[in-house]
């Protein structure tokens, strides 16, 4: 069965501190992985995305997230956390065979807040 | 250039009401997807449309949810009969294309409140 567990549901860190959010998925074929952050009142947006190639992948706002196959992860990292970084993350997995569907799989999400 | 909007924002209705959400796209994405997000939980795949069809629509709960894209363009989920259950924000994105490397670009939702 396709799933994406994202097993910290809420955690708090202090800004300026290191942050990693983890998330393992279970994928029948090669995946694609996503990575999303939702603020409170915002839409859904994308913070990166793995397909192929090098597995650590750079996106906005200065976060990374590294593909480790054997493991089944996609762990979301940030070396310094900011004050406006406080809101929901979302780890998803899609399809990348020709004619496989195109949804994305969800984790619950991990809630982030960040101490002053 | 806009991004994806959709309306209303809110929506309160009765249980066994109908109610249509409505969703306008980027202009120019060619596939829409919907999906409903329960407080708490992630983002659950409700029906995708490539073009005026709907590609994959495995996701609709049940036979009280339809969702239709009459010009490729803007598309309207319709739920009958509403239950309490079915209270959840319902998330709107849309892609340039249909593969799962097009970024899918979300709306803001609307918050649907059955009482």
């Known amino acids: 069965a396709q799933s994406v567990t994202q097993p910290d549901i809420h955690i708090t860190v202090s800004e300026g501190a290191s942050l990693e959010l983890r998330c393992n998925y279970s994928?029948?074929?090669?995946?694609?992985l996503f990575w999303y952050v939702q603020s409170p009142g915002q839409g859904l947006q994308l913070l990166l995305k793995?397909?192929?190639?090098d597995t650590l992948v750079q996106g906005i706002k200065g976060f990374e997230a590294e593909f480790k196959r054997s493991q089944s992860s996609f762990n979301l990292r940030k070396p310094s956390v900011h004050w406006s970084d406080a809101a929901e993350y979302f780890c998803?997995?899609?399809?990348?065979?020709?004619?496989?569907?195109?949804?994305?799989?969800w984790g619950l999400g991990t809630s982030l807040a960040v101490n002053p | 250039g806009a991004g994806v909007s959709q309306t209303p924002s809110n929506k309160v209705t009765e249980k066994g009401k109908y109610v249509e959400l409505r969703c306008d796209p980027i202009?120019?994405?060619?596939?829409l997807y919907w999906y409903r997000q329960s407080l708490g939980q992630g983002p659950e795949f409700l029906i995708y449309?490539?073009?005026?069809?709907?590609?994959?629509d495995s996701g609709l709960p049940n036979d009280r949810f339809f969702a239709v894209r009459p010009e490729g363009s803007v598309s309207t989920l319709k739920i009958q009969r509403t239950e309490r259950g079915d209270s959840a924000v319902y998330l709107c994105?849309?892609?340039?294309?249909?593969?799962?490397?097009?970024?899918?670009?979300f709306g803001p939702g609307t918050r649907l409140t059955v009482l």
């Open positions: 998803a997995v899609g399809g990348n065979n020709a004619g496989n569907n195109r949804k994305l799989i």
């Open positions: 994928y029948g074929a090669t995946p694609y």
């Open positions: 793995y397909f192929s190639g």
């Open positions: 202009s120019g994405h060619t596939a």
């Open positions: 449309f490539q073009g005026t069809g709907a590609a994959d």
């Open positions: 994105a849309s892609s340039l294309g249909s593969s799962s490397y097009n970024e899918q670009f």
